[in-house]
């Protein structure tokens, strides 16, 4: 893998499904009407970079699987190429084994997202955004909104959400990480769903009205 701090990088030679992959597209493509598989873009891309996940270690989505989408699905490759490159969640450069998605948007600002972001450098090594640290475990990237305010503020980790986090916690999990353990995603702190700290503070129990 030839994750870098932004300067090149070797772009695979080819790229093609694998039976997994191929199972998976197929799956998708039979949501939608015939004429219309375009439609699946966004799912096969992903597919793509999970499958790189798996066979290098960096999930990314290379120029060659762009286009073994769009032969799969009949698009023109720069049909593909513009939604690779709009969406965070696809990553157009090998990055490191995990991915650690800091959001610093108000609400996890508010909270902490600062604090957040200073122990992920401390811990990594990283001085700034998208870059992968020297040992190739980390890459760190600013993302906007998670959709998880309540629990702010938010590391994500590849597909993993962890809520409540502060520097010590980021300290814990990221030494997990490394020792190959991944922790359970959702509050740190123990805190169920979106409830209260503490716990619930309404509808405890539950009230029948009498029949009649």
Not at 52 to 59: F, H, L, N, P
Not at 62 to 80: E, F, H, S, W, Y
Not at 93 to 116: A, F, M, N
Not at 155 to 171: G, I, P, R, S
Request: glycine share 8%.
């Amino acid at each position: 893998m030839a994750a870098t701090n932004g300067s090149a990088f070797e772009q695979p030679a080819s790229f093609a499904f694998d039976e997994e992959s191929e199972a998976e597209i197929a799956k998708i493509v039979l949501r939608y009407p015939p004429g219309k598989q375009a439609s699946a873009v966004i799912p096969a891309l992903y597919i793509a970079q999970k499958q790189m996940k798996r066979q290098t270690g960096s999930a990314w989505v290379p120029v060659k699987a762009m286009d073994a989408v769009g032969a799969r699905l009949g698009m023109a490759p720069i049909r593909v190429y513009e939604v690779a490159t709009f969406y965070f969640m696809f990553n157009t450069k090998p990055i490191g084994t995990y991915h650690l998605q800091v959001c610093t948007t108000t609400p996890c600002w508010l909270r902490g997202s600062d604090e957040v972001t200073e122990a992920c450098r401390k811990e990594t090594g990283i001085k700034g955004w998208g870059e992968t640290s020297a040992d190739g475990m980390f890459t760190m990237t600013e993302v906007e909104c998670l959709g998880a305010c309540v629990n702010a503020p938010i590391l994500q980790v590849d597909d993993d959400f962890y809520e409540d986090m502060d520097a010590e916690k980021v300290t814990q999990l990221l030494a997990a990480l490394r020792r190959g353990e991944r922790p359970s995603p959702g509050s740190m702190t123990g805190r169920q769903t979106s409830a209260p700290e503490g716990g619930p503070t309404t509808l405890t129990t539950l009230h029948f009205a009498p029949e009649g």
